[in-house]
């Protein structure tokens, strides 16, 4: 697979393999080779369509890159896999079996979709160890957490996630003094602490420098294969440095799929999108 090709430096896939694999739930059935179904999804927020008629498919391992101009229906679109907002009309599901629409957001988190918002929320006052070790702890509280003892098995599961996003060297750092892209890579760790199996990621390489960039796009091809990766971006150099399939939203639905060079050379998506850049 192509997406396997990244340099190695950064993710060191032989050694994170074990805690990285994701958490399957046995509810979740992806024997058709899908992982995520969007079929007629509309909504309208006070009579404007955002999300216009959207069919959307994502395979299991994928890693997808998401583009189109501001207000194309993107976020929305992640609000409507996580739950956060309800369509007015369509059919969303996880697997071949799970109905979203029919989950709370916790509940959609609890069977593996991670979402990582654009702006890093990591606890800046504890070190990037504790960090992961309350994400891997969920909802239990600082206090909980901190009382009580990790066992061998989580303490590697937190090493193996520092070595994914390349943070070892930092574990002992305050979060709030990291880089941009480190609390970047942070939250992502964070996330991969909760094992899902889906990961939405909006924007990761806003305000990045160009070393940072790369580095993450080697973070997320990594993880492609054993999660599926969805990938909102504007930076279309980067997108360019990581993505297999392109889809480009506009008006809310699908202007246009296929590699970028195939979109970048459509008409339609020249005249909507690109051409203007
Ligand atoms: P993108 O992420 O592609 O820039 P959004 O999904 O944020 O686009 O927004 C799509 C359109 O829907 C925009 O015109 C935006 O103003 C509108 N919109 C999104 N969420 C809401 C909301 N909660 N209420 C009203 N309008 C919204
Ligand atoms: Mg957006």
Not at 93 to 107: D, H, I, R, T, V
Request: aromatic share 6%.
């Amino acid at each position: 697979m192509a997406i396997l090709d990244a340099p190695r430096g950064f993710l060191r896939r032989d050694r994170v393999f074990e805690t990285m694999i994701p958490a399957y739930s046995p509810r979740l059935d992806i024997s058709h080779g899908t992982i995520l179904y969007l079929e007629g999804v509309s909504v309208s927020f006070d009579g404007f369509r955002a999300i216009n008629d959207l069919n959307l498919y994502i395979d299991d391992g994928e890693l997808r890159c998401i583009i189109g101009p501001n207000g194309a229906g993107k976020t929305t679109m992640m609000d409507i896999i996580t739950g956060k907002t309800r369509p007015d009309t369509g059919t969303v599901y996880f697997g071949q079996n799970l109905n979203l629409l029919k989950l709370s957001e916790p509940e959609i988190a609890e069977a593996g979709i991670g979402r990582k918002f654009q702006k890093p929320t990591v606890f800046e006052f504890h070190t990037v160890f504790e960090n992961l070790e309350l994400a891997m702890r969920g909802d239990k509280g600082v206090w909980a957490t901190f009382t009580a003892k990790l066992n061998g098995e989580q303490r590697d599961a937190i090493d193996q996630v520092l070595d994914t996003i390349g943070l070892s060297d930092q574990r002992s750092m305050r979060a709030g003094s990291l880089s941009h892209g480190q609390k970047q890579w942070l939250e992502i760790g964070m996330l991969l602490m909760q094992r899902p199996r889906l990961l939405l990621v909006d924007e990761p390489v806003a305000g990045m420098t160009h070393q940072e960039m790369d580095r993450t796009a080697e973070l997320l091809t990594g993880l492609a294969g054993d999660h599926s990766v969805v990938v909102v971006e504007h930076d279309m150099e980067f997108v360019r440095s990581i993505a297999n399939k392109v889809t480009v939203l506009h008006q809310g639905s699908v202007l246009a799929e296929g590699s970028m060079d195939q979109v970048q050379s459509d008409p339609r998506v020249v005249e909507v999108y690109l051409g203007g850049d």
